[in-house]
Antibody, heavy 122, light 109 residues
Framework: QVQLQESGPGLVKPSQTLSLTCTVSGGSLSSGSYYWSWIRQPAGKGLEWIGRISISGSTIYNPSLESRVTISVDTSRNHFSLRLSSVTAADTAVYYC??????????????WGQGTLVTVSS | SSELTQDPAVSVALGQTVRITCQGDSLRNYYANWYQQKPGQAPVLVMYGKNKRPSGIPDRISGSSSGNTASLTITGAQAEDEADYYCNSRDSSGNHLGVFGGGTKLTVL
């Protein structure tokens, strides 16, 4: 059973860059046909899809965040990462990493990290 | 605003049946998937693709779809079913972006 674990600073100053890593255990990032995704959730609000990366490095991002987001993958370390630049208080949220299983008709998140709270504040 | 629309809140009496719906144009072309989220926890997949249940999800949870609407039905609701439920699918742009509904808070009375 694959497990995902987010890590990174819990506090980021406004205008700086948020950086998180998702480490995959119990399986290889490179095995199977999956996307590796980031999703966030502000306190008391719903889930927001941030973007995803394939094992080949192909990325796709939420258009509302695209200018500030970079997702990368490091297969040698079995982890993938999120960078979100020029953060504001509106970026304060619990950030989840997740594995996406997919075919043409659907993409669903069958494994999730526990989530990590990132607060943007000076 | 989300491309997938859910009722913000639904309630059901203990042991009764409840349907949670998700509407969106993209659902005419893509399946909806459903997640259960309890306070302080990560979401858990409870239904995916064409009405498939992950292992460990009770069979009193089922899914259906028609046109632009997908539904999650809980038959014989239990206290432990009280949670937030989110649908997700692809967006309607054709670029295979991910999108979530706004979520439905289910209260079991």
């Amino acid at each position: 059973q694959v497990q995902l674990q987010e890590s990174g600073p819990g506090l980021v100053k406004p205008s700086q860059t948020l950086s998180l890593t998702c480490t995959v255990s119990g399986g290889s990032l490179s095995s199977g046909s999956y996307y590796w995704s980031w999703i966030r959730q502000p306190a008391g609000k719903g889930l927001e899809w941030i973007g995803r990366i394939s094992i080949s490095g192909s990325t796709i991002y939420n258009p509302s965040l695209e200018s500030r987001v970079t997702i990368s993958v490091d297969t040698s370390r079995n982890h993938f990462s999120l960078r979100l630049s020029s953060v504001t208080a509106a970026d304060t949220a619990v950030y989840y990493c997740a594995r996406e299983s997919y075919d043409f008709w659907s993409g669903f998140y069958d494994s999730w990290g526990q989530g990590t709270l990132v607060t943007v504040s000076s | 605003s989300s491309e997938l629309t859910q009722d913000p809140a639904v309630s059901v009496a203990l042991g009764q049946t409840v349907r949670i719906t998700c509407q969106g144009d993209s659902l005419r072309n893509y399946y909806a998937n459903w997640y259960q989220q309890k306070p302080g926890q990560a979401p858990v997949l409870v239904m995916y693709g064409k009405n498939k249940r992950p292992s460990g999800i009770p069979d009193r949870i089922s899914g259906s779809s028609s046109g632009n609407t997908a539904s999650l039905t809980i038959t014989g609701a239990q206290a432990e079913d009280e949670a937030d439920y989110y649908c997700n699918s692809r967006d309607s742009s054709g670029n295979h972006l991910g999108v979530f509904g706004g979520g439905t808070k289910l209260t079991v009375l």
